[in-house]
C-alpha cells in the first residue's frame, strides 16, 4: 500500500484533553501518539462513542507556558482496542514551527 500522506509522521506521548464539538464540560484524556504538520494519531482514553467525521478540539500542556497549545481537527478513522481508541486527525490548520516543535 502506497503511502500519499505529505507530511511524515514522527512519534511522540503527550497527554492532552480533547473536546468533541458542540459539547460542555471538562474534557477526556487522550494521549497524541503520533503527529506531523498535519495530522496526528490519538489514543482516546474513554468508552464515550466518537463519530468519525466529528471535529475536535484538543488542548495540549506545555511545561514552559502558562497557556497550553490548542489544535483542532476532523477525526479520519477511529478503532477500539481493548481499553481504549485508537484514531487519527487530520488537522484544519498546519502546525506551525513552535507548536509542532512543542509537540515532538
Not at 25 to 43: A, F, N, W
Not at 90 to 96: D, R
Request: hydrophobic share 35%; glycine share 8%.
Amino acid at each position: 500500500m502506497e503511502n500519499t500522506r505529505r507530511f511524515k509522521r514522527y512519534p511522540t506521548h503527550r497527554e492532552a484533553r480533547f473536546f468533541l464539538k458542540n459539547s460542555s464540560g471538562e474534557g477526556k484524556d487522550c494521549t497524541i501518539i503520533t503527529v506531523s504538520r498535519k495530522g496526528m494519531g490519538i489514543l482516546f482514553h474513554t468508552d464515550e462513542k466518537i463519530i468519525v467525521g466529528t471535529t475536535i478540539r484538543f488542548t495540549v500542556p506545555v511545561a514552559t507556558s502558562f497557556e497550553a497549545i490548542s489544535i483542532r481537527g476532523v477525526l479520519k478513522w477511529l478503532d477500539k482496542t481493548e481499553a481504549d481508541c485508537i484514531g487519527g486527525v487530520e488537522l484544519t490548520q498546519e502546525l506551525s514551527d513552535v507548536k509542532f516543535s512543542k509537540l515532538c
